[in-house]
């Protein structure tokens, strides 16, 4: 069966700490992956995304995500958080190319100042 | 930048009764959706739409609900009569052509009371 699973529904970190969010996938099928942040408030943004190419992305604002087939994961990464990092993240996939995005649980980032 | 405009933000309305959720896609996307997300779960793939109709829809996209683009601009999910268990945060998201530019809404919070 095809899922996504993010194990960590909160992770409290110190500002200025370096930071890992954990996203795994089950698929027999190619995927394509994303991670999406949803800052208190807001809708869904779209951080960074891997479609094809180098398997390690980055985002604008410092994150990046690589993508590990073997260990069919897609974790996000920051070497040093900042307290406007304060959000929930989102790891999404596209198994096969298809247009509709399975989402996992949310892991909710807290920056401890 | 380009947004996906939704609204109302927040909605409040008495079990059994219709609901129309209004989006605004971006002017050049083609590609339509709507998501979910009860409080505290996973955001939920409902509905895509592409060409006026219905590509792909979940087993959550029951026959109370319906989406259409009326008039070229706005894309409106209806919920025929509404159940306690709708409430949830409904994003409306449009893409230029399938996973690119996959653009969310800010959502519309759907209250049943």
């Known amino acids: 069966a095809q899922s996504v699973t993010q194990l960590d529904s909160q992770v409290p970190v110190f500002e200025e700490a370096p930071v890992e969010l954990r996203c795994n996938y089950s698929s027999s099928v190619s995927v394509y992956l994303f991670w999406y942040v949803q800052y208190p408030n807001q809708g869904l943004q779209l951080l960074l995304k891997?479609?094809?190419?180098?398997?390690l992305v980055e985002s604008i604002n410092g994150f990046e995500a690589e993508f590990n087939k073997s260990q069919t994961s897609f974790h996000l990464r920051k070497p040093s958080v900042h307290i406007s990092d304060t959000a929930e993240y989102f790891c999404a996939v596209s198994f096969f190319g298809n247009e509709k995005l399975t989402f996992g649980t949310g892991t909710r980032l807290t920056i401890i100042p | 930048e380009p947004e996906v405009t939704q609204t109302p933000s927040h909605q409040v309305t008495q079990m059994g009764q219709e609901v129309i959720l209004r989006c605004v896609p971006i002017?050049?996307?083609?590609?339509f959706y709507w998501y979910r997300q009860i409080l505290g779960q996973k955001v939920e793939f409902l509905v895509s739409?592409?060409?006026?109709?219905?590509?792909?829809k979940s087993e959550i996209f029951d026959d109370q609900f319906s989406v259409e683009r009326p008039d070229g601009s706005n894309f409106t999910l209806k919920i025929r009569s509404t159940k306690l268990e709708d409430s949830a945060m409904y994003f409306c998201a449009s893409s230029v052509g399938g996973l690119y530019g996959y653009t969310f809404g800010s959502g519309t919070r759907l209250t049943v009371v």
């Open positions: 002017s050049n996307h083609l590609y």
């Open positions: 739409f592409y060409n006026n109709e219905i590509s792909e």
């Open positions: 891997y479609l094809s190419g180098s398997t």
